[in-house]
């Protein structure tokens, strides 16, 4: 298929790049810290935990039906900018949402530094400034260990002097005095809604007294009794579920509040990402530039570094934004809100293109049974979904470890950043790492350093200690994908690359995070953020082992493709080049032999 001259190829090419390039610097801004604006709120690990899975598993249902659904009815630019525009606004709504009153040190001005221990429920009493006072309510508590400071340190950390003055350890207790509030209201409502009922039932007898002295009335009032009779049951009814909801704990209702936001959040922005990529790979294949989309998956690395550094920048040399009662986190949302905003205009020049002839709507199932029938694809899926749980447990609990240990936004931000840097360098060396080391080793090499990585986080000891372990993305990242990307070209018939590549992302980033996520929250919540990293240690070393025995057990079977080989015209074809196409078969053939 001859290029078509008057579409402007590299146009496209920089418009896809800057597009993903703003849309992941905005995602970068806030999806990494959402954990933390959710334990500031005061939500439990376990909670946090559903949240995040529910997030997942809607992405991994809705993401290919709105895809499929704005290929079918030719709406997809429609789709983008709505998407764009309705999650920022989503996304700003959780600012309106009030915390239970459960406030950690973080989130005051100006003491991000100080430490934050994980949620714990006290039953006991527990002595506070010299007071015992009993508590029954979920509280959190702010652990920091004493340092001694020198005289010109006291001047310049008042606060951490005020906290910690020896090095014994010392507690502060938030008490949820909003609890008691709301409890008492509760039982003043449900209280009222019992009066009036029970008030009406005298209004009701009283009228039925009266209607006695009367044969033909109290026959005629004796329907209309039974139907007022069945109205003040259901009222009763639906009185006794709304009382139940007005007692529930200030916790639980301010998690469903955020579950229902969050959700509606999820449904705007999941279909964006399927959609662009299908209109931008169908144009790019329309003008037989399909190889070059490739290159847009590194600008969005780039993108995420800059959002995640900067914002992590920018929050950490913030004050309180309005008054003393906005917390700083709100920048993210705002940053996440303006950025998006800025990849509007640019969806009015994508160059999407709908090709009618080309239906994906049974790609997805072909892909599965693809993966299905080959061993060696069924490991690497396997991989795939233990990445989606280790990568979800890193990315919703690895900023709690690091605020446990005194990191601010800086550090927090900076670490993310080296390690999508080093993610994003990988292509620069993918071809010596691919002479060294087959795809199958390069796969165990990138999960032993996921390992590695995961047993690290578990022994965090400073502010900076997570940055220097995070160059390990370049392997437990990037050479990882890299590795899942060649077996993909293995098991894929011509036409199904993509499918199969986006059944792995699915098992991964989707299903594997989602019950990652859910998981890690229970673990969290039961035996802390360092046990959840030294479990999920242990299940990738143990993979480790494993998998080179069931490798060595499977067959393999690589699907030649063909069409490298039919792509080129036969007519312009030399002599020379059909010798070039015979010695790169046959250097196949002899690389599967090996």
Known sequence: MKRNKQIDVKGALVLSSTFHFLYSCARACIL?????????????????????????????VWSPLASFLSKHYDKRRAVITGSLVCSAGAALILLLIPSTGVETLTSHCNISHLSVSSTEELIDYVRVVGSVMPTTHTTIVSQSAAHESSPTETTSDTVSSAVSMS????????????????????????????HSIGGERNSLESHHGASNTSPTVWRVSRSAE??????????????????????????????????????????????????????????????DASDRYGSTGVWGLLGAVCGVSGAGLLVSHLDCLIGSHAPRSAVHFYSYAAVTTLAVPVVAFLPLYLNKKRSRSTGLFKALQLVRGDLRALLC?????????????????????????????????????????????????????????????VLLVGTACLALQCLYYSFLWGPWAAIPVQVLSFFSSGALWWAVQVQCEDVATPGTERSVRRVYQALS?????GLGSMAGGFVVHRFGVSVLFRGVAVILLLWCLFLPL????????????????????????????????????????EDDKQ
């Not at 959402?34 to 690990?45: E, S």
């Not at 980033?509 to 995070?513: E, H, I, Q, V």
């Open 32 to 60: 990494p810290f959402l954990t933390l604006y959710l334990r500031y709120l005061g939500l439990t690990p376990s909670m946090t935990g559903l949240l995040m899975s529910t997030k997942h598993l809607i992405s991994l």
């Open 167 to 194: 090095k014994a350890t010392t507690y502060t207790l938030q008490l949820q005095h909003s609890n008691n509030v709301t409890t008492q209201w509760t039982q003043v409502n449900v209280s009222v809604a019992n």
């Open 226 to 287: 039974k139907e007022k009779q069945q109205q003040r049951e259901k009222d009763e009814a639906r009185l006794e579920f709304l009382g139940n909801l007005k007692v529930m704990d200030v916790q639980h209702q301010l998690f469903f509040m955020l579950l229902i936001v969050v959700s509606i959040w999820e449904l705007m922005a999941a279909p964006l990402e399927w959609t662009v990529d299908d209109g931008l790979y169908e144009y790019l294949d329309f003008v």
């Open 381 to 441: 899926a396997a991989t795939a979904f233990l990445m989606g749980l280790a990568g979800s447990a890193v990315d919703d609990f690895l900023l709690w470890q690091m605020q446990d240990h005194g990191s601010s936004e800086l550090h927090m931000g900076l670490s993310l950043a080296v390690a999508l840097l080093s993610r994003a360098s990988f292509p620069l060396l993918s071809g010596r790492v691919s002479k060294l080391l087959s795809p199958g080793r």
């Open 509 to 513: 980033l989707d299903l594997g995070a």
């Open 550 to 589: 069931l490798q060595w057990k499977a067959p393999r079977q690589r699907r030649i493709n063909y069409s490298r080989l039919l792509a080129a015209d036969t007519s312009e074809v030399s002599e020379s080049e059909s010798e070039q196409e015979t010695d790169w078969l046959e250097k196949a053939m």
